[in-house]
């Protein structure tokens, strides 16, 4: 590595080491506890709607502790965060309104 | 730390522009793409059980449900495990980050025969694909016989979506290991493939998926041949950005596939 790759390299190391062990094992702690609500739920055997509605938001608290903690996000610069975040999101909205109403058109018209 | 402590590093180069270095851009790229293959196939399934309503199949018992939590507990607990490994690595501290990465490829394999424990199961009560090989006494057993060939999207989409995360997953943790063990991980991998090809009967996919290990083997092979190197922290915490984010596609798996497809009684 060059002399800007290795001091990137090594300012990333010394982001990690203020970060104390206790942290990860409250994300962790947190990311059970939303899984065993999960399965609580499908016990519960509620409306599917309803159900997919909360284990989505669920899905997606627990994707943005991954994301923010585990994968280190949160201490980036933000002009990382932002670019790769907002890209993502964008691809995957192009991909909902592509596929989505062609999937309800199904079930209203039904297949001919 | 101020940007400016990278920014004022004397270069011919022009600085970062996302204040960080090559190799954890690359991968967040990588992931970046990636997780647009798991969205398409995850909007695929989607889109088949919104097409089908009530008559797409849910076939997880609860024993299927259990086995899916105790996956997705090893998985999160190898992300804990790993992030261990990434501090331990920028601390300096070769022998607790080569453990916490054992550690991690321990909760990855444990993952991976839980998975291969529960396809084998599905195979064997009917749920199956054309292309893989009939199991002797299946039509007899048959379960779900009649959902692959009424609903062929639900085996297709399941088998597609859970097998490529399983290929991300064994890929994960033979990148841990090369990166853990370096060489000494290749000899290890090919008796990998050897025990997986040969304790598989000829009619599992995994007597010819163990083949990706030997496969592996060639390539880890030939990479560790070409530049030999001992893998930094930065490695290490590139490794760990793989990981999480095989995690993290688990995380939308598990209740879209699972959840929401169980039959409990």
């Known amino acids: 590595m060059d002399t800007v790759q290795m001091a990137l390299a090594e300012r990333a190391a010394e982001e990690q080491r203020h970060h104390g062990k206790a942290l990860f094992f409250w994300v962790w702690g947190a990311l059970l506890a939303m899984t065993a609500m999960e399965v609580y739920l499908t016990y519960e055997r509620m409306q599917p709607t309803k159900m997919l509605t909360i284990l989505l938001g669920l899905s997606f608290v627990k994707a943005a502790l991954i994301i923010g903690y585990f994968m280190h996000l949160k201490y980036e610069v933000s002009r990382m965060k932002w670019l790769t975040m907002c890209s993502v999101i964008a691809c995957l909205i192009l991909m909902t309104i592509f596929f989505f109403p062609d999937a309800r058109r199904i079930v209203e018209l039904g297949v001919k | ?265």
Not at chain 2, 246 to 265: C, G, H, Q, R, T
């Open chain 2, 1 to 265: 730390m101020a940007d400016s402590a990278v920014h004022d590093v004397p270069s011919i180069y022009e600085p970062s522009l996302f204040g960080t270095y090559s190799k954890k851009i690359g991968m967040w790229l990588f992931l970046l793409s990636d997780s647009l293959t798991f969205g398409a196939l995850l909007y695929a399934y989607s889109y088949g059980r919104i097409s089908l309503g009530k008559d797409w199949p849910t076939p997880f018992h609860s024993e299927s449900i259990v086995n899916a939590t105790i996956m997705t507990a090893f998985l999160l607990t190898s992300s804990l495990t790993m992030v261990l490994a990434v501090r331990a690595s920028v601390h300096g501290d070769a022998k607790n980050q080569r453990l916490w990465l054992l550690a991690t490829m321990l909760c990855g394999t444990g993952f991976i025969v839980l998975h291969g424990r529960e396809w084998t199961k599905l195979i064997a009560e009917g749920l199956t694909l054309s292309m893989f090989p009939t199991v002797p006494g299946q039509e007899a057993a048959s379960e779900f016989a009649s959902v692959s060939k009424g609903v062929p999207q639900f085996a297709s989409t399941f088998f597609t979506l859970t097998g490529m995360h399983m290929l991300h997953v064994t890929l994960g943790v033979i990148y841990l290991g090369v990166v853990a063990l370096r060489r000494k991980f290749i000899p290890i991998l090919l008796g990998l493939w050897l025990v997986a090809w040969l304790a598989t009967p000829v009619y599992s996919p995994f007597h010819y998926g163990a083949h990706v290990l030997l496969i592996a083997a060639i390539v880890c092979g030939i990479i560790l041949w070409l530049k030999p190197k001992v893998y930094d922290s930065s490695d290490v915490e590139v490794a760990g950005l793989y990981w999480h984010f095989v995690d993290l596609v688990w995380m939308f798996i598990f209740p879209l596939v699972y959840l929401m497809s169980a039959k409990i009684l």
